[in-house]
């Protein structure tokens, strides 16, 4: 299995989200900025994410992107589901109905329990791990946050 760049590039920025802005909103441009991914493409990016229900957005000079959910709430499974879709690492563990037809060997070989085992325990995992726990293991790599200065009043 290989994740496109579209579920690399999404996890990527929406961890961004949660560890530089919280629940404030963010513009694409400074997650472009600090990500090193192109404008256009996390445009195309956040629809995917925002029609998951992951994001929110909202237009004018204070607006830009939010999670909709609390960062303990959205998982890494989530970000890449809706990026590509559910994630299988060979048709064959799909269960769909036409399995039959893409492999001789459908529920008769040894190989297809071990491809879907070895999905069920990934799924698991990206299942287990939240924006929460990428802000901490973030901030344990000592990972410097970014004050968004549109929020930022001096006196």
């Not at 996390?42 to 992107?65: C, H, N, T, V």
């Amino acid at each position: 299995m290989k994740l496109s760049t579209k579920s690399r590039y999404g996890l990527r920025a929406i961890f961004d989200m949660a560890y530089h802005a919280g629940n404030l909103p963010v513009q694409i441009k400074d997650i472009s900025r600090r990500q090193k991914i192109s404008p256009r493409y996390l445009e195309q990016i956040f629809q995917d994410l925002k029609r998951a229900g992951l994001l929110k957005s909202r237009r004018g000079p204070q607006g830009g992107y939010t999670l909709a959910r609390d960062p303990s709430e959205v998982t890494v499974k989530d970000v890449i589901e809706a990026a590509e879709g559910e994630v299988f690492l060979v048709a064959c563990t799909k269960r769909e109905k036409n399995c039959a037809s893409q492999c001789d060997f459908d529920d008769q070989c040894v190989t297809q329990k071990i491809w879907d085992e070895a999905n069920k325990r990934l799924t698991g995992y990206f299942g287990s791990l939240t924006l929460k726990d990428m802000c901490d293991m973030g901030r344990d790599m000592g990972l410097e946050k970014e004050l968004d200065h549109r929020f930022m009043y001096f006196i």
